[in-house]
């Protein structure tokens, strides 16, 4: 799986990425609002290689975690967890991405990418997703690509705007 628009890329997550993806993973400012703990080396390098090699992309009832990745250098920098209900009428997508490549249009086109990657592979009917409600820029980008808050909600004491969008032909 490679999907590509203007700078960014969308692949699987490979082992060679191990330095990139802890750096960003083990930054506490990337990581205040996420649900995710720091791994150490053998357990990220472990995660790193089981998501570069598990198949298919999407099983119900289990996340799948790609890279999202710079278009021309293909050097990491985040990534995106992906689950398919065990039923296949809704998705939810999280993504994380290093400090150094946040404001730059990467998440808007990494979400992009994956909202057409889950109405193409997948039966689903809706995509969700959730954004602490500190997290404005999580919020907007939620907004940016095409998806409605549909209300708040608290999940083990973090309180998260929680957001919908719906397949186009539903």
């Known amino acids: ?18 330095r990139a993806f802890q750096a960003y993973r083990n930054d506490p400012v990337v990581a205040q609002f996420q649900s ?3 791994m150490d080396d053998d357990r990220a390098a472990g995660f ?18 790609i ?9 990491l920098l985040g990534d995106m967890g992906l689950h398919l209900s065990q039923d296949q ?12 490549a946040q404001g730059q249009g ?10 057409g990657l889950l109405f193409d592979e997948t039966p689903i009917d809706r995509i969700r997703a959730w954004a602490d409600i500190r997290n404005m820029a999580s919020q907007n980008l939620m907004v940016r690509a095409g998806f409605t808050e549909i209300g ?8 998260e705007a929680a957001f919908v969008r719906a397949r186009a032909d539903v």
Not at 48 to 65: R, V, Y
């Open 36 to 38: 995710w703990e720091a």
């Open 1 to 18: 799986m490679r999907l590509t628009t203007q700078s960014t890329t969308l692949r699987r997550l490979s082992p060679d990425d191990l």
């Open 106 to 115: 990467h998440a808007t086109r990494a979400v992009a990418l994956a909202v």
């Open 152 to 159: 708040i909600e608290v999940t083990d004491g973090v309180t």
């Open 67 to 75: 890279a999202v990745a710079d278009a021309e250098t293909d050097a």
């Open 48 to 65: 790193l290689t089981h998501a570069a090699t598990s198949e298919p992309l999407f099983t119900p009832g289990h996340w799948t975690q």
């Open 89 to 100: 009428t809704e998705a939810e997508l999280g993504i994380t991405l290093a400090r150094a």
